[in-house]
């Protein structure tokens, strides 16, 4: 006759002591009526009694605390350590992209000022070429009729000013004439080839059109109406154009940026390692 | 001479002396049940001290009772986390040698100079037979085996200490003596004098 795991489970639990009295009376029921039972609950009896006398082994040394040991559990192990490090440069980097984003935007927001330094030097530059290349110069008529109004427009006044302009004229190069002598020079220059014979005509259409010239804004004349100036043509100061280019090669937050996220990287990657060692 | 309650409270308010004198009073107790769960003597050191270590900063964890189960429970935790630990980077176990060159089975620790020879033996292969059959037995299987038997809990401590319900530990339980029925039979020489006829039914 075979024993079921459940007499089994009884088996071990009436040698415990372990059974309910309905169970206790059951089982001594059977016990007394099946001797596999009543064998088997001795064996295991038996292997009861084996594990008890189990020899009791000897410590192999004292395991009591010191202060060194409890401390030094509580201590920042190195892996939580630069988890902390990569997770701080991490938050750290995340601010640093934020302000960096926002300084862009506000230079976003202050975008006309650069722009009025690469048109006033396009337009220079433009001017000259349009001398040397007759195809440019129907682009370049507006600008020559602003300069012929101006020097009409201006008259004998303007001519005690004409030096110092004049003198601002020569260190600027070729670009715009802002003195009646400089201007004289360059038509007598011009007078002789078809793009100067075209100015002369833009000069007389311009005089009608009463156009405004970008020099107006240096010298007003007070007695002419107000002109609403092109935004493009507004004079930015020479201190300014030079500030805007002294900006710095390397800019300061890609470096911090550069280094948050190598050492955000570095510290993971460290903690990660040591973590596996460990394990 | 202070009793437990007292030395529990000191070492509530961070008296590591009063926690080391709980230390000396069941630290036999603590390395022999790690020592018959994992089964390696270098593991069952670390098991201990990890489970004193953990026993001082949880020491505000016990809320009264009996203090051997709620430290039997802990020592079980550390048992837990060595084995696997063990078992996923297996470990050589290093043996010392003797005088022949050959590594001695068993460190000296394990011999009572006050015992004879003969009964050292006995004891020593006793204890190594039944070592061997725990080690056949599943962790779980084991651990409650140990608890109740060797270590003598009754069934609800033992459910408490492995979180586990009554039920589960009786069938864990009689299952386990059973296995260690039929592999304790092979050892049958090494057994004490009347329990030799162990397996023959």
Request: proline residues 6%; negative net charge.
């Amino acid at each position: 006759m075979k024993i079921s795991n459940r007499d089994w489970i009884q088996l071990s639990s009436y040698l415990d002591g372990e059974l309910n009295p309905r169970e206790l009376n059951k089982i001594e029921e059977r016990l007394k009526q099946e001797p596999v039972l009543q064998l088997a609950l001795e064996e295991m009896s038996q292997t009861k009694k084996i594990l008890q006398q189990t020899p009791k082994l000897k410590i192999p040394r004292n395991f009591i605390l010191t202060p060194v040991m409890v401390g030094a559990k509580t201590r920042l192990r190195p892996a939580r350590g630069y988890r902390l490090v990569s997770a701080l440069m991490t938050f750290l980097l995340i601010g640093v992209l934020v302000l960096d984003f926002g300084r862009f935007f506000m230079i976003g927001a202050m975008a006309p000022a650069a722009p009025k330094e690469v048109m006033l030097e396009a337009v220079s530059d433009s001017m000259v070429e349009a001398l040397e290349e007759p195809a440019l110069m129907e682009a370049e008529g507006d600008m020559e009729a602003d300069r012929a109004v101006a020097e009409t427009e201006a008259g004998a006044p303007q001519e005690e000013e004409a030096p110092a302009v004049a003198a601002e004229a020569v260190e600027e190069g070729e670009s715009v004439g802002f003195s009646q002598e400089a201007e004289s020079k360059s038509t007598e220059e011009r007078s002789t080839d078809t793009a100067a014979n075209q100015v002369d005509e833009w000069q007389e259409e311009a005089d009608v059109e009463e156009l405004v010239l970008p020099s107006q804004t240096f010298t007003p004349d007070i007695t002419s109406p107000p002109v609403p100036v092109p935004p493009t043509m507004e004079f930015v100061p020479d201190e300014e154009i030079h500030k805007l280019e002294r900006i710095p090669a390397i800019d300061p937050f890609r470096v911090l940026e550069i280094i948050l996220g190598f050492g955000a990287i570095s510290f993971g990657i460290a903690a990660w390692v040591i973590r596996r060692k460990r394990s | 001479m202070m009793d437990l309650q007292d030395q529990i409270k000191k070492s509530l308010a961070g008296d590591l002396e009063s926690f080391n004198q709980i230390i000396l009073s069941f630290q036999s107790l603590v390395y022999n049940q790690a020592y018959r769960i994992i089964g390696e003597p270098d593991a069952a050191a670390d098991a201990t001290q990890e489970a004193f270590i953990s026993a001082y900063k949880k020491l505000h964890t016990y809320r009264g009772g009996s203090f051997k189960s709620w430290l039997l429970r802990i020592v079980s935790n550390a048992c837990y986390d060595e084995y696997r630990r063990r078992k996923r980077k297996p470990v050589v176990p290093l043996y010392p040698e003797g005088d022949d060159g050959d590594e001695m089975e068993s460190a000296s620790w394990l011999e009572d100079p006050s015992e004879k020879p003969e009964d050292t033996l006995m004891r020593r292969e006793l204890s190594e037979a039944i070592q061997y059959c725990l080690d056949r037995l599943e962790y779980e299987f084991r651990t409650i085996v140990v608890l109740v038997d060797i270590q003598g809990l009754d069934y609800a401590t033992a459910a408490e200490v492995t979180d586990r319900p009554l039920g589960t530990v009786k069938s864990r339980l009689a299952r386990a003596r059973n296995n260690l029925k039929d592999c304790l039979q092979g050892f049958k020489e090494l057994l004490p004098q009347g329990l030799r006829h162990v397996g023959e039914v």
